[in-house]
């Protein structure tokens, strides 16, 4: 009986923990009667957690004297805060061509950032695993801090990812995308889809209870957020959009398989620029340098041959919008990644072509405001969901002497 009793009281104070800690993550400087307000705990609970916390090395007390903490009875009130020193969390963008890693302090705020080019098919997951290690602890020093401040690490991986992160057996390609991180980074390592870290991003800046946001540079692959919960599927499949590699096609028939519309715009572009016969700028780009956004730039000055493929993206676009609003009933599918700076022609075009006379309502197509940071601010903001989800499982890190 006193072992149940002792048990219920230890798990009490937890959830008063939990719940105070999570007041504090969101909050500057509080009293007890902002944490009793917001909690609904009493005043010698608070009290009482706050000093646990403290020893713990979650908060430190303020005591500066200021004169407008000081209660109706005179008393200074005592005073907290989240002790900034408690930990950092990374988000790590492992693209097929790039890793971008990030570490923000414990209410999301950047601290340093790491950009790095790689060719993965190069290095194998030996070295991507390496070049992330070190890019991660480059972004640490430039941050003032070390591996062992890290509480929650989350890497964002273009492969389908489940609830163990990990992606299907067979897949060549996953298997190198998903590369065995979490023995060489620090902290709690957590993998994830890139597109769901998208989703997850574009949600902390404009919440929607039903987007696809749409990953569209070298591959697509579609986070989905519906009635506001992220779907992920069995296997992580789910937003994977295999049907535009299908044989036989019809929903999206256009050539071109999963590749994105950037990918789309740079080989359209290079494969046929050598047959049209037509003035274009395009020309005064070698053409085994072509770019999608020098696509997308010479299709806004009135370039035909650019139009051209911005009309066939346009097209591909706007079916995928009405295959995800009819069978989800998407309202907003976001363009995200570094595409996302140029896409509009192409968001235009899609948009005149998207059915009005379906009796229900056609998604809006937008751009992401992230651009190429979509992914790993996602996985920031993922880590520090994790945080708050259960804050007291996690250590903080101790003073340093």
Not at 87 to 104: K, N, P, Q, R, W
Not at 303 to 326: H, K, N, T
Not at 340 to 364: F, K, Q
Request: aromatic share 4%; charged share 25%.
């Amino acid at each position: 009986m006193k072992e149940a009793t002792a048990s219920s009281t230890q798990l009490l104070r937890q959830i008063n923990s939990d719940a105070l800690l999570r007041y504090a993550l969101q909050e500057g400087i509080f009293t007890a009667g902002s944490a009793m307000d917001a909690t609904g705990l009493t005043r010698a609970t608070v009290l009482g957690v706050c000093d646990g916390l403290v020893d713990a090395g979650w908060l430190e007390e303020v005591t500066d004297g200021d004169i407008a903490a000081r209660t109706n009875k005179g008393r200074p009130a005592r005073r907290y805060q989240l002790r900034e020193e408690a930990g950092v969390v990374v988000g790590l963008d492992a693209g097929e061509s790039h890793l971008t890693a990030m570490v923000a302090d414990l209410r999301g705020r950047e601290l340093g950032k790491r950009r790095l080019g790689i060719d993965s098919h190069l290095l194998g997951r030996a070295g991507r695993g390496v070049r992330a290690q070190e890019l991660v602890s480059r972004a640490l020093e430039d941050a003032g801090c070390d591996a062992g401040d890290v509480l929650v690490t989350v890497v964002g991986v273009p492969a389908p990812v489940d609830v163990d992160g990990m992606s299907p057996g067979g897949g060549e390609f996953w298997t190198l995308m998903n590369s065995g991180f979490a023995p060489l980074l620090p902290g709690t390592v957590v993998v994830e889809n890139d597109a769901n870290l998208a989703a997850i991003a574009e949600q902390a800046q404009e919440p929607s209870a039903n987007v696809a946001t749409l990953l569209s540079g070298e591959r697509f692959g579609a986070g989905l957020i519906v009635d506001g919960r992220l779907m992920r599927g069995s296997r992580g499949g789910a937003g994977e959009m295999r049907f535009l590699g299908a044989v036989d096609n019809k929903l999206v028939p256009d050539e071109g398989g999963s590749d994105g519309l950037g990918a789309l715009a740079r080989k359209w572009a290079r494969a046929r620029i050598h047959a049209y016969d037509g003035p274009t700028v395009l020309r005064q780009v070698p053409e085994a340098g072509i770019k999608a956004e020098d696509v997308f730039d010479a299709a806004r000055r009135g370039d035909p041959f650019a139009m051209d493929i911005i009309a066939r993206l346009g097209e591909r676009l706007a079916r995928i919008a009405v295959v995800l609003s009819s069978l989800l009933d998407i309202e907003r599918v976001v363009i995200a990644g570094g595409i996302a700076r140029a896409i509009e022609p192409v968001l235009e075009h899609a948009r005149s072509l998207l059915p009005t006379d379906s009796g229900l309502p056609v998604p809006a197509l937008v751009a992401s405001r992230l651009g190429a940071e979509a992914v790993v601010r996602g996985a920031v903001e993922s880590a520090l969901a994790r945080i708050r989800q259960e804050p007291t499982s996690f250590h903080p890190r101790a003073a340093r002497s």
